[in-house]
């Protein structure tokens, strides 16, 4: 314990930071008032900033979800005999979700989809499949093949099979790319502001075109600050899940 | 009874298994054995299906084994491989109820078959019931591994160099165990081995492999006294024949009546060890005797030779 004390407490400190500045934003006026000029605000006052950092995070869990649905349903499907042919074709695809820009996603889903939140789920969940794609694929190939072999002898059915030994034993991994795919996309997400899709990207945004750098920096500065705390809590749980399905 | 109707399997060019035919009586012990590349891994998972023949089939107590889906025949027989393949996620109980799961038992049967599985291959329960198989020894997985395959009584246990991976002491213990396991429960066991000794010291029967086809399928004293086939003789080795073949035989079995004044041999001893007493101690003869000490007979060294000899 006494090993892990300075990370519990930068990990409280940060989140008591977060906390303090989404709900009381004005009490770091101070700070941030010698970067801005002429009188312009110094906190961002168009809009609430614990609603904006909520819906962001909101997108960023509905975009992992789908995104762990598919990846992980797709690792599934190319690691079985009869799906092994529809590994080149699920790689590239996964792997132009990563390679496309999301800004360009954007700009590509708008006139299909309009604007708001579609697009910018529509973009994360394209960036955020590769990660967990390739994990899931890892996980699953690397199960011990005496193992598989001991399963299917015993009589496990495939479906038994996948359930109840290689999903358990990839789960490491899979839950890794999750986390890897999710952080990502907390920074990934501001670029949503840019057709109304709600979220800190918002105050990014109204810090460029006003040139007012506190802004910018207090957007910048709660986003780094959810993804770091976000992959701090998963990590969290991830041991945990770990902990509990080894002695489930 | 298993019965092997002419099997074969083929990959493309090359045939794995040809042509085998093979009847296994149950309450046997039954060693395939040949080397690498003979195809006895592959006979003996055609048995459970895991590999699916390209020909032939398999009759267990005269029943085809294709007249079941293949994971639920697989349930019905016990099966150990090398590596023994213990879930890692899961403690020593949980994989050893892995079937009777499977098969829906109640959980006081699941429970209490468990109990007695660990403690007659000697893992205390309240130390290792709960234990994740990284947390035992090589032994000790083994046990566990053979445990998990009996666990719903199967009939049949199919095994694939289920002691590879021992160093020879425990190996010894492990095969002396199965043979107690065998009398115990009364199953046909099936076994693949590289190893001659250890088809001689298991099999009541052995199947000689060899790229794809049985050479000999006869008792062990047999394959020595009538190879059908140099391989055979190669297989079993020529230079200590005359001792394996006293290696299969029990002193019990070999003594007559009257009484010496050598040293003690017990009746459950090869008569190889018999002699191997007799040259250390320099005697002419040898009691008999059971566990419980009781007179069984004599041997003399002559007598023992005579056993020697085809």
């Known amino acids: 314990m006494s090993v892990l004390r300075p990370a519990t407490v930068l990990r409280v400190a940060a989140l008591a930071l977060l906390i303090a500045f989404l709900v009381t934003p004005q009490s770091f006026a101070p700070l941030f008032a010698p970067l801005t000029q002429y009188g312009a605000p110094p906190i961002y006052d168009q809009g609430n900033l614990l609603t904006l950092a909520l819906a962001q995070l909101g997108t960023v869990c509905v975009a992992a979800a789908a995104s762990t649905v598919v990846a992980v349903g797709l690792g599934v499907l190319v690691t079985r005999q009869r799906g092994a042919q529809f590994l080149p074709l699920s790689r590239t695809l996964v792997n132009i979700g990563q390679t496309f820009p999301p800004v360009a996603v954007l700009a590509v889903a708008v006139p299909l989809v309009g604007f708001g939140e579609r697009p910018t789920l529509i973009a994360l969940f394209a960036y955020g499949l590769l990660p967990i794609f390739e994990n899931t694929l890892v996980g699953l190939r690397t199960c011990p093949p005496a193992v598989l072999e001991a399963a299917s002898g015993m009589g496990l059915s495939a479906r038994q099979r996948l359930f109840a030994v290689e999903l358990p034993l990839a789960m490491p991994l899979i839950l890794e790319g999750v986390r890897l795919s999710l952080v990502i996309n907390v920074g990934t997400a501001t670029i949503g502001s840019t057709v109304a899709a709600k979220g800190l990207g918002e105050v990014i945004i109204a810090g460029l075109l006003s040139s007012n750098t506190a802004f910018i920096l207090q957007g910048g500065l709660l986003t780094g600050l959810m993804a770091i705390l976000l992959y701090d809590a998963l990590s969290a749980l991830e041991r945990r899940l770990l902990r509990t399905l080894t002695l489930d | 009874m298993i019965t092997l109707e002419s099997l074969s399997k083929r990959y493309g060019e090359s045939t794995v298994v040809n042509q085998v035919s093979l009847e296994i009586e149950r309450n046997s012990i039954t060693v395939i ?110 046990r566990v591994g053979v445990a998990r395959a009996l666990a719903a009584e199967p009939a049949v246990l199919l095994m694939d160099e289920p002691f590879g991976a021992l160093d020879p002491i425990i190996r010894a213990k492990a095969q002396d165990d199965l043979l107690g396991i065998q009398r115990r429960f009364g199953t046909t066991i099936v076994l693949v081995t590289h190893d001659m000794d250890e088809a001689f010291r298991l099999g009541d029967k052995v199947a000689v492999m060899s790229q794809g086809r049985v050479l000999q399928y006869d008792r062990p004293a047999m394959l020595l006294i009538r190879p059908t086939d140099p391989f055979v003789t190669r297989m079993t080795g020529l230079a200590d024949r005359a001792l394996r073949l006293l290696s299969l035989i029990s002193a019990a079995e070999a003594a007559v009546p009257g009484t010496s004044e050598g040293p003690a041999v017990q009746g459950s001893a090869s008569l190889r060890d018999a002699l191997s007493e007799l040259v250390w101690s320099g005697a002419d003869s040898a009691r008999v005797v059971d566990a419980d000490g009781t007179a069984r007979g004599c041997l003399t060294v002559a007598a023992i030779l005579a056993h020697g000899r085809p």
Do not use: C
Request: glycine letters at 10%; a positive charge.
């Open chain 2, 33 to 142: 054995v040949g080397t690498s590349g003979s195809g006895k891994s592959t006979l003996l998972r055609m048995i459970n299906r895991l590999i699916e023949p390209s020909s032939g089939r398999v009759l267990i107590d005269g029943r085809d084994t294709r007249a079941e889906p293949a994971h639920l025949l697989r349930r019905r027989i016990g099966y150990v491989i090398q590596g023994y393949g213990l879930f890692p996620h899961r403690t020593v109980a949980e994989n050893i109820a892995t079937v009777p799961r499977l098969l829906g038992w109640e959980a006081a049967r699941i429970a209490a078959r468990v109990a007695e599985l660990l403690e007659v291959f000697q893992l205390d329960p309240g130390k290792y019931a709960a234990s994740l198989p990284h947390e035992l020894s090589g032994g000790q997985q083994q």
